[in-house]
């Protein structure tokens, strides 16, 4: 009887026994099958070498398959992924530079936690997408991004003028800092989605109360702020990038201020350790490590009977290290009971939003069984918690949308760590028992 092999694999290469028992145990046929040994001339690795000639893609040729990568990918959690899976497939003639693989890393960073040859996906994946945007091989919902971006300064495609259209009919007062004519100890980096999207809104409006309530002399850029460009940047559209940055940087520049506070971790990121290298160097905080420093101050006295666990943001928490300020503000809510998911701080699982993969879920959907953020919010309502806290604005969106395709929505609520604690100050209208 002729056995089946992989199409890939020559039939003259497989060696196997038709009858064989080892201690009483028939292993005769494909159960003993072994493979002869295949030397790295067996393969074409022209694939591979395209990429590993890459000004950042060097680390893809030093993987040796040992896979520790694969078990902690994300997306291999909900389909077929991981560095050591895409190596394989580059010494197989995958063209990465136009397969959808190139698009599904969210570029968390728990490949490269764990790899013991630092295998960078961080610095691959936008190296090969730069060639692809360069060669017009973007998929469609990012392309409409990258021109929003480009056109308005926000991925929303929202006019700049109304980003400051949030504070309006505010009961506290949010300056501008064009107007206020003088230096602020605190410049907030308001961001997009808090500044445009509905429940991004909520989060801003409830962190100003916050921030009012501990007396912060604060501003906002308004109009003058565009997209901090990190997202962009990782989604391979680096001239965008720079344009982004090289704006920020002469607004920013131009006033003077003590912190740079930003509400997303992906700004954060990007004045950390992008926009250095540009000329614009800030003492930058998330709002997070300002509210954690501030703790002592806030006299939160509202009882907020919620069970809560948390989801690290993976810009804050691996890519940064920070992972005590949000839980720290988490445990200090008066009435609060706060349990972990099983995935958290170093091992925490990826909402799906980083790398430019916050606007490709439909390309996620021709490859995956589900969202990485329906994933997460399964995981979330597995710990019985009745809320999921969360402090990026990618994810409130995310998980929400997340909640209701997976027929949570009597079971989790998602909320900004701005909002609970606003309610357990009394200064807003969100139900704290």
């Given at each position: 009887m002729t056995s089946?092999?992989?199409?890939?694999?020559?039939?003259?290469?497989?060696?196997?026994?038709?009858?064989?028992v080892i201690d009483d145990m028939d292993i005769s046929g494909h159960w003993n099958r072994m493979f002869e040994q295949r030397v790295i001339f067996d393969y074409d690795i022209g694939q591979l070498d395209r990429v590993t000639d890459l000004d950042g893609g060097e680390s893809m040729g030093w993987c040796y398959q040992c896979g520790q990568c694969v078990p902690v990918c994300p997306v291999d959690?909900?389909?077929?992924?991981?560095?050591?899976?895409?190596?394989?497939?580059?010494?197989?003639?995958q063209d990465l530079f136009t397969d959808d693989d190139l698009w599904l890393c969210t570029t968390c960073a728990?490949?490269?936690?764990?790899?013991?040859?630092?295998?960078?996906?961080?610095?691959?994946m936008p190296a090969v997408r730069k060639e692809a945007v360069l060669a017009g091989g973007v998929p469609a919902e990012l392309q409409d991004v990258f021109e929003k971006t480009a056109r308005y300064g926000n991925p929303l495609g929202q006019n700049a003028k109304?980003?400051?259209?949030?504070?309006?009919?505010?009961?506290?007062?949010?300056?501008?800092?064009?107007?206020?004519?003088?230096?602020?100890?605190?410049?907030?980096?308001?961001?997009?989605?808090?500044?445009?999207?509905?429940?991004?809104?909520?989060?801003?409006?409830?962190?100003?109360?916050?921030?009012?309530?501990?007396?912060v002399d604060f501003a906002i850029l308004g109009a003058e702020e565009r997209h901090d460009g990190d997202s962009m940047l990782r989604a391979g559209e680096t001239g965008l990038f720079e344009m982004l940055a090289e704006h920020n940087i002469e607004v920013l520049n131009n006033y003077e201020f003590d912190v740079l506070l930003t509400t997303d971790p992906h700004a954060y990121n990007a004045f950390l350790h992008e926009y250095p290298q540009r000329g614009g160097t800030y003492n930058v905080v998330?709002?997070?490590?300002?509210?954690?420093?501030?703790?002592?101050?806030?006299?939160?006295?509202?009882?907020?009977?919620?069970t809560i666990t948390f989801h690290d943001p993976?810009?804050?928490?691996?890519?940064?290290?920070?992972?005590?300020?949000?839980?720290?503000?988490?445990?200090?809510?008066?009435?609060?009971?706060?349990?972990?998911?099983?995935?958290?701080?170093?091992?925490?699982?990826?909402?799906?939003?980083?790398?430019?993969?916050?606007?490709?879920?439909?390309?996620?959907?021709?490859?995956?069984?589900?969202?990485?953020?329906?994933?997460?919010?399964?995981e979330a309502v597995e710990t019985g918690a009745d809320t999921l806290c969360v402090v990026?604005?990618?994810?409130?969106?995310?998980?929400?949308?997340?909640?209701?395709?997976?027929?949570?929505?009597?079971?989790?609520?998602?909320l900004d760590i701005a909002e609970l604690l606003a309610a357990a100050l009394g200064l807003s209208n969100a139900q704290v028992g």
């Open positions: 089946k092999v992989n199409p890939k694999v020559e039939p003259d290469h497989v060696l196997e026994l038709e009858h064989a959690h909900v389909g077929s992924y991981g560095p050591r899976k895409i190596f394989r497939n580059l010494q197989l003639g728990n490949c490269l936690r764990v790899c013991p040859k630092e295998v960078d996906m961080l610095q691959i109304r980003r400051a259209a949030w504070t309006k009919g505010l009961d506290v007062e949010v300056p501008l800092i064009s107007e206020l004519g003088r230096k602020v100890d605190v410049l907030w980096w308001v961001s997009d989605y808090p500044a445009y999207h509905p429940r991004g809104i909520d989060a801003s409006r409830a962190l100003a109360r916050v921030l009012h309530h501990l007396g998330h709002y997070t490590q300002f509210l954690e420093q501030r703790l002592d101050e806030l006299g939160l006295s509202e009882t907020i009977d919620r993976c810009y804050l928490g691996r890519h940064n290290g920070e992972y005590d300020a949000p839980r720290s503000l988490i445990d200090a809510l008066p009435g609060s009971e706060f349990v972990e998911m099983w995935r958290n701080r170093e091992n925490g699982y990826c909402c799906g939003g980083g790398g430019g993969g916050m606007w490709l879920d439909g390309l996620a959907a021709d490859n995956q069984s589900m969202r990485l953020s329906e994933k997460r919010v399964l990026c604005p990618y994810e409130v969106s995310r998980f929400e949308d997340a909640v209701k395709s997976t027929n949570n929505d009597d079971k989790l609520e998602v």
